[in-house]
């Protein structure tokens, strides 16, 4: 069977990323060495022109990725994020935020670049990747021991109205109880 008559019955003949049903092909993941159906998609000609051409990117047209960035396929999910970091709106950050891949296929979508902002900064980034910003609120994933003190923050715990540290971006600030903590940021989640 052939690539895209396997992507037509996996799809239903509907663009896998907006449910389009006109002018639908075949799209392979970019920047990925892998070949076959894992990093191939069906997808709309409107999709693939603005996959392709960042200049073309209409932001509202990508609200689609609400629903399809929960596909079960890797190809789809790794378009949904890298197009999710394409678009400089708060609504993406949200969609990010819930947005969970396997490791394996997170460094794939990481593999074009999308989602690294300029070089010479510092960059916060939760377990998951999510770029954390000053005031950003966070969930701890795990139970911590708080050092100095006989306190231990328990997995779950929301920390709001975090501070990031300018000089190290492993590290963020915020109010566990009644204490300011240090928190290491591959122990949280942001909200």
Known sequence: MSLERELQQRSGSKCELSGSEENLSVYIVPDVQENGLKTALYASKTCIEQMNDADAIDDNHWRCLNDSMWSEHDAVKIMAWRMLNRIKADWTRDLLGMMYMEEDTLELAKASGDGEPE??????????????EN????VLIKDLKVK????????????RNIRLDRDNAEYIEGKVGPTLTVIITKFVKKL
């Open 119 to 132: 070089a010479d900064k510092v960059i916060h980034r939760d377990v998951n990747g999510v770029i954390l």
């Open 148 to 159: 100095g003190s006989s306190m231990v923050a328990k997995q779950g715990v929301a920390v």
């Open 135 to 138: 005031g950003d609120s966070v």
